[in-house]
């Protein structure tokens, strides 16, 4: 810390260090404003995609942002994937594993694996950096107090689940008493039988039973592509009905698919507005939530309002 008998540092020396000056920083602050005051008490489920987690740097301005929005008011919801972290554990095992149609064939040993990646490693490692930043953070799995209730997708597939139902009371006590719940996607078909779910459906099917202002997806590219080999084809913003013209003109591929899907459910279900943003740049949800730069791709009922400020392409 600077000398308290020294003079305090002029515009120019902060700039030097930090590169903003304090009307730039407290003009930041003041845009922030009435975001801050109209998402106040709102429930935000974020959902951080496997691929987003692997940059330290950027794992721990997430958990700084998700603290911030619990600080400012807002009751941030965690839900995690792991996909690449449970291949890498079962490539250690030298397990194989068959694919169809993209999804990996889950056998018992798999299960285990991916239940223990997601629930043992992965959340646990989102709880400690939340808790680091002096936030209290609770992992759950799914199977807790019955949370999600899942049923095998395919029986092909072994032990692939989809949701059939959630149930939210657990969450919403945690948010009641200010707690920042991480939830693992495993479900569990109430007679005992675990389920590996894909993150996406479960962030959407809380947030719409939560009802809540925003369900955003950290993910690992700039947005819905028209093109996905071209970051210019970005579509800024879209609605239900057109995101379902885009999926039958054959526009979404790979982990696209289950994400465009959890928009449209997750908007159908209740839930404000649907975010793809991406997770590669720092301090993406504080860009998103509170300024004036709309990123990534949103996603709203075909009749919903503007939203507080035009939601256009500029991150610059
Ligand atoms: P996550 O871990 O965030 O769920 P996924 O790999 O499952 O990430 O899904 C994101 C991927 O979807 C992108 O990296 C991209 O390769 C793929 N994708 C396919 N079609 C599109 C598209 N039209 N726009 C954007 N991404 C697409
Ligand atoms: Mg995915």
Known sequence: ?????????????VIAIRGFSPEQRAGALIEALPYIQRFRDAIVVVKLGGNAMVDPDLFRTFAEDIVLLRSVGLQPVVVHGGGPQIGALLKRLGKE?????????????????????????VGRDIVAALNTQGAAAVGISGEDAGLILAAA???????????????????QRLLHERFIPV???????GKGQAYNINADSVAAALAGALEAEKVIYLTDIAGLLLDVNDPASIIPRTTVSHLEELRQAGVISGGMVPKIQACIDAVNDGAGSAHMLDGRIPH?????????????????????????ADHHHEVS
């Open 1 to 13: 810390m600077t000398n308290p008998n020294s003079p305090p540092p002029d515009a120019d020396d």
């Open 97 to 121: 594993s068959e694919f169809r149609d993209g999804l990996r064939v889950t056998d018992a040993e798999t299960l285990d694996v991916a239940r223990m990646v997601l629930v043992g490693k």
């Open 284 to 308: 993406v949800l504080l860009l998103e939530l509170f300024t004036d730069a709309g990123i990534g791709t949103m996603v709203t009922s075909d009749d919903a309002p503007e939203p507080l």
């Open 183 to 189: 939830v693992s996607t495993i479900g569990s078909d």
């Open 153 to 171: 997708r395919n029986p092909d597939l072994g032990f692939v689940g989809d949701v059939v139902d959630v149930k939210v009371d657990i969450i």
